[in-house]
């Protein structure tokens, strides 16, 4: 019979991945997370104890999660049992479950390592309560997604989130000393072109070593610049889960950086959504949003730019109508801002829950029957165009409500001069008293 794996090359003497070779064999060689497994971390400290608890690990891919787990199960003693959560479904639980429950009856403890634990429902994060609470198994969950999302309250109360960092350039630059070391060569790159490869990485680990092995089959010995190198390699679009916690963090990051007033900052966080793959409609929105909540009418003009952006993309579409979009981001980066009229309206909206459903003045309403004219529907108005400044100065508030102030421009942009107009309609008002309120006719 013809064994298919090692027709394809695959039999246990086939070449493996370089990754794979150089996955760490103790705790000590896992890189850029010694916040975690060091003296200090909340690993070491575990281990310092004696004691494993459950833990969940959360980062991004190509950090050594899975590394981590196996090395963790190796130094306490415990048997190590890996699931994912794509491939499995509570039947396949329950026979990991009872193998577990057979082991610790011989004596043998498990540690339950669950891939993409957050692709599993919340009836199947459930069933592993009973078995934690008891002790059947350690469990080690890890996900790409933020638990506080994706995760049971009930299974976050029993098992500890620690968060794993994305490699960074000291840690990656380890992973390639180790690959020449285990390759014998040296990468055929130029300084500027080794920094490339790193930022390629994006900090995924597992991704860099796989394109070490793509230099190493695919190069002519040449050494190659960065231009040299976008060509032999394909270049990685950013980790970005336009459906997930990326999606909020860069939409945060952008707003802020407009917010902060720092135009390249932003620009550079708009890229970033779009190399993403998000929604530039998505953007436009918050880009019309921003304009009315942190521009205001500090510069009247944001709001209908963010509307002439988004109508700019519906019109020309990508790539020509994310240019609208930029600049929408930089005239709002370079406003001058104002989030008066957004805290106006919170103002306003907590005075009428404080008051309830005051009538308004009896003034100020229509009087369209006989009847109403009877009970006073607008008597005593005063028509503000037939006054001699266009400016009445009556009492608009309900009776049973004194005046108050809600809005407060800035003294920035053109709510500089919507200042200077309310203060010329507040001394008319003051100047007027006594007809103020139509109770003073």
Same mark, same amino acid.
């Given at each position: 019979?013809?064994?298919?794996?090692?027709?394809?090359?695959?039999?246990?003497?086939?070449?493996?991945?370089?990754?794979?070779?150089?996955?760490?064999?103790?705790?000590?060689?896992?890189?850029?997370?010694?916040?975690?497994? =060091?003296?200090?971390?909340?690993?070491?400290?575990?281990?310092?104890?004696?004691?494993?608890?459950?833990?969940?690990?959360?980062?991004?891919?190509?950090?050594?999660?899975?590394?981590?787990?196996?090395?963790?199960?190796?130094?306490?003693?415990?048997?190590?049992?890996?699931?994912?959560?794509?491939?499995?479904?509570?039947?396949?639980?329950?026979?990991?479950?009872?193998?577990?429950?057979?082991?610790?009856?011989?004596?043998?403890?498990?540690?339950?390592?669950?891939d993409?634990?957050?692709?599993?429902?919340?009836?199947?994060q459930?069933?592993?309560?009973?078995?934690?609470?008891?002790g059947?198994?350690?469990?080690?969950?890890?996900?790409?997604?933020?638990?506080?999302?994706e995760?049971?309250?009930?299974?976050?109360?029993?098992?500890?989130?620690?968060?794993?960092?994305?490699?960074?350039?000291?840690?990656?630059?380890?992973?390639?000393?180790?690959?020449?070391?285990?390759?014998?060569?040296?990468?055929?790159l130029?300084?500027?072109?080794?920094?490339?490869l790193?930022?390629?990485?994006?900090?995924?680990?597992?991704?860099?070593?796989?394109?070490?092995?793509?230099?190493?089959?695919?190069?002519?010995?040449?050494?190659?610049?960065?231009?040299?190198?976008?060509?032999?390699?394909?270049?990685?679009?950013?980790?970005?889960?336009?459906?997930q916690?990326?999606?909020?963090?860069?939409?945060?990051?952008?707003?802020?950086s407009?917010?902060?007033?720092?135009?390249?900052?932003?620009?550079?966080?708009?890229?970033?959504?779009?190399? =993403?793959?998000?929604?530039?409609?998505?953007?436009?929105?918050?880009?019309?949003?921003?304009?009315?909540?942190?521009?205001?009418?500090?510069?009247?003009?944001?709001?209908?730019?963010?509307?002439?952006?988004?109508?700019?993309?519906?019109?020309?579409?990508?790539?020509?109508?994310?240019?609208?979009?930029?600049?929408?981001?930089?005239?709002?980066?370079?406003a001058?801002?104002s989030?008066?009229?957004?805290?106006a309206?919170?103002?306003?909206?907590q005075?009428?829950?404080?008051?309830?459903?005051?009538?308004?003045?009896?003034?100020?309403?229509?009087?369209?029957?006989?009847?109403?004219?009877?009970?006073?529907?607008?008597?005593?108005?005063?028509?503000?165009?037939?006054?001699e400044?266009?400016?009445?100065?009556?009492?608009?508030?309900?009776?049973?409500?004194?005046?108050?102030?809600?809005?407060?421009?800035?003294?920035?942009?053109?709510?500089?001069?919507?200042?200077?107009?309310?203060?010329?309609w507040?001394?008319?008002?003051?100047?007027?008293? =006594?007809?103020?309120?139509?109770?003073?006719?």
């Amino acid at each position: 019979m013809i064994d298919l794996f090692q027709s394809a090359g695959m039999d246990d003497g086939a070449p493996r991945p370089l990754a794979d070779r150089l996955r760490p064999t103790q705790l000590e060689e896992v890189v850029g997370q010694g916040h975690l497994i =060091g003296p200090d971390g909340p690993i070491g400290r575990m281990l310092a104890s004696g004691r494993m608890a459950s833990i969940i690990l959360w980062g991004p891919p190509g950090i050594g999660k899975t590394t981590t787990a196996r090395l963790l199960a190796e130094r306490v003693g415990l048997y190590f049992e890996q699931i994912s959560a794509v491939f499995s479904g509570v039947a396949d639980l329950r026979k990991v479950f009872d193998a577990a429950g057979q082991r610790r009856r011989d004596g043998t403890g498990t540690l339950l390592f669950v891939d993409e634990i957050h692709r599993f429902n919340r009836s199947q994060q459930d069933a592993f309560l009973p078995f934690v609470e008891d002790g059947t198994v350690v469990l080690v969950g890890a996900t790409t997604e933020n638990p506080s999302f994706e995760l049971n309250a009930a299974l976050l109360s029993r098992a500890q989130v620690l968060v794993l960092n994305r490699l960074d350039d000291a840690a990656l630059e380890t992973l390639l000393a180790r690959a020449e070391e285990d390759l014998k060569v040296t990468l055929p790159l130029d300084d500027n072109a080794r920094a490339a490869l790193k930022a390629m990485a994006d900090g995924d680990g597992r991704y860099l070593l796989n394109l070490v092995e793509d230099i190493v089959a695919f190069s002519e010995g040449d050494i190659l610049d960065p231009a040299g190198l976008a060509v032999l390699v394909q270049k990685r679009a950013p980790v970005y889960d336009k459906a997930q916690e990326g999606h909020y963090n860069l939409i945060s990051a952008l707003h802020k950086s407009l917010r902060g007033s720092d135009v390249d900052a932003a620009l550079y966080w708009l890229a970033r959504m779009l190399a =993403g793959g998000e929604d530039p409609l998505f953007i436009a929105r918050r880009l019309v949003r921003f304009a009315a909540e942190d521009i205001g009418l500090a510069d009247p003009q944001a709001l209908p730019q963010a509307l002439a952006a988004k109508e700019m993309y519906v019109f020309l579409g990508s790539a020509e109508g994310e240019l609208g979009l930029a600049q929408a981001v930089i005239y709002r980066a370079s406003a001058p801002k104002s989030n008066a009229a957004y805290r106006a309206l919170g103002v306003a909206s907590q005075k009428v829950r404080e008051t309830g459903s005051l009538m308004p003045p009896a003034h100020i309403l229509n009087a369209p029957t006989g009847l109403m004219k009877d009970l006073g529907y607008g008597k005593g108005y005063a028509y503000d165009h037939d006054t001699e400044d266009g400016f009445s100065g009556q009492h608009y508030f309900p009776d049973d409500m004194g005046r108050i102030t809600l809005y407060e421009p800035v003294d920035r942009g053109f709510e500089r001069e919507i200042r200077e107009r309310m203060d010329y309609w507040s001394s008319l008002r003051a100047r007027l008293g =006594g007809r103020h309120s139509p109770q003073d006719d």
